[in-house]
């Protein structure tokens, strides 16, 4: 069973920063925090994880809170290529990717 | 451009009559996974490959098998389709097992069952 509770869904302005919460309270030590999006009709995308420290790439940001359970996705100026279905999953080393039902993100006009 | 393949990327398939997904890559990676992903629900994992030894997922049907003859190639077959098995099918790989952490998914296969 999926360990992280999303949004069902979420809609944001063209240009504006999309913030997309994750909540995973059972959280442990090991686990890392990942995040992936499915573009309609495509396979799901690596986007950007992270274990306790904020990350930073070229998608995306990665805000951890310092007690680790919940977890924040920043795109920071939404297209509307961005438009898509948004993972947060938590994994430790060796276990499946088990993707729950996720946040359906709409980037609006 | 290295890439997660998958042929075709629509497939219908009569009740009963056995269908084989493929899916190839040339990221040479030694892990390969097959997920299903019904309507409005997440990907789910079937099974994987790490090389050649096979891992099951303990709730997956027997009537879904694989194959995998070399690095580059695995197959998906569904012996007996059911019309509760219309789905998309992805591939996905990585470069060891879980440790990895990042998957690289190809494009699905839209099955029907007629």
């Known amino acids: 069973d999926a360990k992280t509770t999303q949004p069902t869904s979420m809609d944001c302005a063209e240009g504006r920063a999309a913030n997309l919460p994750c909540n995973h309270s059972?959280?442990?030590?090991?686990?890392?925090v990942y995040w992936y999006r499915q573009i309609h009709s495509q396979g799901p995308q690596y986007i950007i994880h992270g274990l306790k420290n904020n990350e930073t790439n070229e998608m995306a940001s990665l805000i951890i809170t310092e007690d680790r359970k919940s977890s924040t996705l920043i795109l920071p100026h939404a297209t509307l290529r961005d438009t898509a279905v948004y993972y947060c999953?938590?994994?430790?080393?060796?276990?499946?990717?088990?993707f729950g039902p996720g946040t359906r993100l709409s980037v609006l006009p | 451009d290295a890439m997660v393949i998958q042929n075709p990327r629509y497939q219908v398939t009569q009740f009963g009559k056995p269908v084989t997904l493929s899916c190839s890559q040339t990221?040479?990676?030694?892990?390969m996974y097959w997920y299903q992903q019904k309507s409005s629900q997440a990907p789910k994992l079937l099974f994987h490959?790490?090389?050649?030894?096979?891992?099951n997922e303990a709730d997956t049907p027997d009537n879904f098998q694989s194959r995998r003859p070399n690095t580059s190639f695995c197959f998906l077959d569904i012996r007996s389709p059911g019309l509760g098995d219309a789905a998309m099918y992805l591939c996905a790989t990585s470069s060891a097992t879980f440790s990895s952490y990042e998957q690289y998914f190809g494009p699905g296969t839209r099955l029907t069952v007629t």
């Open positions: 059972t959280i442990s030590g090991n686990e890392y």
């Open positions: 999953i938590v994994r430790i080393y060796g276990q499946n990717f088990v």
């Open positions: 990221l040479n990676h030694n892990v």
């Open positions: 490959y790490y090389d050649k030894d096979f891992n």
